[in-house]
């Protein structure tokens, strides 16, 4: 399975971005994971194919997961941005037993006026 990722740009703080990520076959969990410079990647949000969803503390309220089965893609609504969620973020794909990861191409979210 690939994963195209795509929407991550420049924001100034408060503002919002819209990320995307197509895979080329079904997924059970789709996510997204974020490395900001000199820090480890850490989960950002994830979710089911049956819609159950999971955030990181850090994003909850702000930033709202979801996917479309039907092409295979998950969106990553992210809104009142901060300086802090400046990093790479990672479009993550894992199948049901937990015991394969798909990853796609990184894309920078920069947050800064």
């Known amino acids: 399975v690939q994963l195209q990722a795509s929407g991550g740009g420049l924001v100034q703080p408060g503002g919002s971005l819209r990320l995307s990520c197509a895979a080329s076959g079904r997924i059970y969990r789709m996510g997204w994971y974020r490395q900001a410079p000199g820090k480890e990647r850490e989960l950002v949000a994830t979710?089911?194919?049956?819609?159950?969803?999971n955030y990181a503390d850090s994003v909850k309220g702000r930033f709202t997961i979801s996917r479309d089965n039907a092409v295979n893609t998950v969106y990553l609504q992210m809104n009142s941005l901060k300086p802090e969620d400046t990093a790479v973020y990672y479009c993550?794909?894992?199948?049901?037993?937990?015991?394969?990861?798909?990853w796609g191409q990184g894309t920078l979210v920069t947050v800064s006026s």
């Open positions: 979710i089911t194919s049956g819609g159950s969803s």
């Open positions: 993550n794909g894992r199948n049901l037993l937990g015991n394969l990861d798909y």
